[in-house]
């Protein structure tokens, strides 16, 4: 039992940070490592199976995630054509198949190098994966939790519905991806006042762009009336341009209005974890809550939050990365008796 120290201390860590905030990174991070911590107990524990139930186990184990991989690159690619024929030819757009082909392009890597004997080609594959494999632990932490944020509900009253702005068609048109938000706001304010709560307040948040014709915010604002919210029961916040300044602006028009305000705020389901890091960082006092999203769109989306996440941290990330590669730089040296 005592192989389950390690992720059982793990754990409760990350309920405690949990409990103390939601919207942190590290809570992320901490869940990964519960996770690979409980690994080694669980091998630990086949030497008690039957011989080939633990074979069984341990090829599944090993060889499972092998074959998942090359069926996930297979997906992204695919996924990258979709995108493309939907989406057009963005770079943002080309983000899964991009992946794809970069999963492909390391299993060829290390098939060639692999007959190979150079020291400095060992060295640079031997640092390709242990990158690789940081990343991707740091992938799988931010999915996961993600997947697990986005299972928070409403509790109890709020005064504000802040729904975050995401562009306009035509320079004045609500698009699909920022109508699944307004409806998904909507929907909260509706039965917040079906249950008798008291009337909050709709806080559409975004600024006029450059090839816009008015404020994403007034175009937000007059989708949520046309459809039959009482226009004194709705905000504007006009001035912000980036997700950032989505929450600090509309933190200081609710702070004006009630310092002790209570909020949640709206965007997709992709973009609600990170959301909720920037909320948390601008001071705001709510949740992020994520309104569904088309599923082709949904691969792309996740990895350019992941990517922004990545960056927002890379100092820690970097720092790591950097270290990764001295390591395996060292180990290659000492395995030539350099």
């Known amino acids: 039992m005592l192989a389950f120290v390690p992720a059982a201390v793990l754990f409760v860590i990350f309920c405690v940070s949990v409990r103390k905030d ?63 024929r939907k989406e057009g030819r963005r770079p943002a757009n080309l983000l899964s198949g991009l992946v794809g082909l970069a999963i492909y392009a390391m299993v060829a890597l290390l098939v060639v190098v692999g007959t190979r004997g150079s020291p400095a080609l060992d060295a640079v594959v031997l640092a390709l994966v242990l990158l690789s494999l940081y990343v991707s632990f740091i992938f799988v932490c931010f999915l996961a939790y993600a997947f697990l944020y986005g299972r928070i509900r409403v509790r109890g009253d709020v005064d504000y519905v802040v729904m975050l702005g995401s562009g306009l068609i035509g320079g004045e048109r609500v698009p699909p991806l ?16 079906e249950r008798g709560g008291r009337v909050p307040l709709l806080l559409t948040s975004g600024g006029k762009g450059p090839d816009e014709k008015v404020a994403e915010a007034r175009a937000m604002a007059d989708w949520l009336i046309d459809r039959g919210v009482p226009e004194e029961h709705v905000r504007v916040e006009d001035r912000s341009r980036t ?75 970097l720092g790591i990365c950097a270290a990764l590669a001295g390591l395996a730089v060292l180990g290659v040296l000492a395995g030539t008796g350099a």
Request: hydrophobic content about 55%.
């Open 243 to 317: 997700t950032t300044e989505n929450m600090v602006f509309s933190r200081e028009l609710m702070e004006a209005d009630r310092a002790d305000y209570r909020c949640v705020v709206v965007t997709n389901n992709f973009h609600a974890f990170r959301a909720a890091m920037t909320a948390r960082k601008a001071g705001v006092n709510g949740q992020v809550l994520g309104s569904p999203t088309a599923r082709y769109f949904w691969p792309s989306a996740t990895i350019r939050e992941f990517v922004a996440v990545f960056w927002e941290h890379r100092v820690v990330n």
């Open 178 to 193: 920022l109508a699944s938000r307004l409806e998904k706001g909507r929907r909260i304010y509706a039965a917040q006042l």
């Open 22 to 84: 939601r919207r942190r990174f590290q809570n992320a991070v901490l869940l990964g490592l519960a996770f690979l911590s409980l690994l080694p107990a669980l091998l630990f524990q086949l030497r008690h199976l039957p011989g080939a139930v633990a074979v069984t186990v341990v090829v599944l184990l090993f060889l499972g995630p092998a074959v998942g991989i090359l069926i996930l690159g297979a997906l992204l690619i695919a996924n990258g054509l979709t995108m493309v």
